[in-house]
């Protein structure tokens, strides 16, 4: 059987919920309260620039305040917990993000614990990441990693059940398979968390009636139609440049084919994972201020 695949376009829900978060900001301006983000850039990476500059746009077309702190790469580890505790006492900044990847002299738990868990809108603090193990959290009002929350919304927009289904996500780290496996395990699916050393990847794959990748790998790795279930649903997450272009980790073309539903690179998750940072962001104002 042949399928056309509904493409889940991430793009124009992130749209409309820009716009919602839009119209709550102008309601805390006008009680005197501006949502603020600061971000903290170690380092000179390009790619790390490029995201920053994008949270940059985001955060001003719909009126969250933009603080951007620039730190050298021999920044020590120290210095950098430092300032955080700065931020943390900064009762104008709601949220904090410190873009990654950190030069490799700095542990990234040390600094993701010094952040306060009430301006983590990483979702990473072990505060956070417990309450979402202990199934403590609300999806609207805590604050969830981004990339996790904004898959779920996406698939809630597409009235995909996860009930009963057997999920298989192609990652492990605590920022997407983690998370997500968590948010799916409460929606009672079946999760399987495979990576690199998980043996027959294809055996899982074929078994997923959703199935996520988030390698980024390609083109040593890429999800072919051989290893997708039909009728699955596949959420692509994988970013991959190639010759300057954006890919994910799913060959589009062939897997749309055997698909019910399939996100498309770029215009799937990306967007998602960048509005929920605005919503996480919401969220903290809200927490800090009662607005």
Not at 111 to 139: C, F, Q, R
Request: hydrophobic share 40%; proline share 5%.
């Amino acid at each position: 059987m042949i399928f056309l695949a509904v493409v889940m376009d991430g793009k124009t829900l992130a749209e409309e919920i820009k716009q919602d978060i839009a119209r709550r900001a102008k309601i805390m301006k006008e009680r005197g309260i501006t949502p603020t983000l600061a971000t903290i850039l170690v380092g000179d990476d390009p790619s790390s620039k490029t995201y920053v500059d994008g949270k940059y746009r985001d955060c001003g077309e719909v009126g969250i305040n933009f603080g951007l702190y620039k730190l050298p790469s021999s920044v020590t580890e120290c210095e950098l917990i430092e300032l955080i505790e700065r931020l943390n006492d900064d009762e104008d900044v709601h949220g904090i993000i410190v873009q990654l990847p950190l030069p490799k002299h700095i542990n990234r738990k040390n600094v993701t614990m010094g952040i306060s868990p009430l301006k983590d809108v990483d979702g990473l603090h072990p505060y956070n990441v417990g309450k979402l193990w202990l199934g403590a959290y609300e999806l609207e009002n805590d604050l969830l990693p981004c990339t996790p929350k904004g898959i779920v919304k996406l698939l809630d927009r597409y009235g995909i059940e996860l009930e009963g289904k057997m999920a298989v996500i192609i990652n492990r780290s605590d920022l997407v398979g983690k998370p997500l496996a968590k948010l799916f395990l409460d929606r009672n699916a079946t999760v399987v968390i495979c990576h690199s050393k998980t043996p027959e990847l294809e055996k899982h794959t074929k078994a997923a009636d959703v199935l996520v990748s988030a390698v980024g790998k390609r083109p040593s790795f890429v999800v072919g139609g051989e290893m997708v279930k039909e009728g699955a649903v596949v959420v692509d997450v994988g970013m991959n440049y190639i010759g300057g272009k954006l890919q994910g980790d799913v060959d589009f073309e062939r897997v749309k084919e055997k698909a019910s539903h399939i996100t498309p690179v770029p215009g799937g998750v990306g967007p998602m994972t960048r509005v929920m940072l605005l919503h996480n962001v919401l969220i903290a104002t809200k927490i800090a201020e009662g607005a």
